[in-house]
């Protein structure tokens, strides 16, 4: 990843020199080297703690066979396989495998004497189930997640930073109905003074 970096970084100098026709001065250079070095290190910060970084909202349709596509940028986060599971609030989780495996080590630990820690490892591992991509970068839903989660035609994929999740289009949209006027009293809830957005 350094070496890619270091390619940038070399290709941006030489950039301008050919653009000036002069020579950098040691301030520009400084800055440079400086966004490179500090592009590269949220990037590792990001690889180190496993963060996919999977964001943005995208509209498609299901298929009479049960498949949708998953959006490019979401599959190269994923890999080559994804992890569809019931999620929570009536939609579809997908995680790619190792946030997957990281779920089940924190369900794990939950205690098997309680009946929330076995009602709630129960519901998110039942119905866990690992597709491959198609060619045309589909997944075929089974018919119990679709029905779970009401996947007739259309659909919305969203992507919540580890995970992505598939809504139907009237869900999310009664969804965010509900929740955008109340957004500021959430983040209010969540969130101390000291963080920013």
């Given amino acids: 990843m350094l070496f890619f970096y270091a390619l940038f ?30 592009n590269w290190s949220v990037a590792q910060s990001g690889e180190k703690w496993g963060i996919n970084m999977l964001s943005g909202e995208y509209r498609h349709s299901i298929d009479l ?14 890999g080559s ?37 076995r009602n709630f490892t129960r519901f998110m591992t039942s119905g866990a189930i690992t597709l491959e991509f198609d060619r045309q970068g589909r997944v075929n839903i089974p018919n119990y997640l679709s029905d779970y989660a009401n996947l007739l035609k259309d659909v919305v994929i969203v992507g919540v930073i580890n995970r992505i ?33």
């Fill in 9 to 38: 970084l070399g290709l941006t100098l030489l950039k301008k020199l050919v653009s000036t026709n002069k020579f950098i001065n040691k301030k520009s250079l400084l800055l440079d080297i400086k966004m490179v070095l500090y």
């Fill in 65 to 78: 066979k049960g498949r949708v596509i998953i959006p490019s940028k979401m599959r190269d986060e994923m």
């Fill in 81 to 117: 396989k994804i992890v569809i599971t019931r999620g929570l609030d009536g939609c579809l989780f997908g995680y790619n495998e190792k946030n997957w495996n990281s779920i089940l080590e924190k369900l794990n630990t939950l205690p098997f004497t309680k009946r929330d820690a």
């Fill in 165 to 197: 999740e598939i809504w139907s289009k009237e869900k999310w949209e009664e969804f965010m109905n509900n929740n955008v006027e109340s957004l500021s009293d959430i983040s209010e809830n969540l969130f101390d003074s000291n963080f920013e957005l």
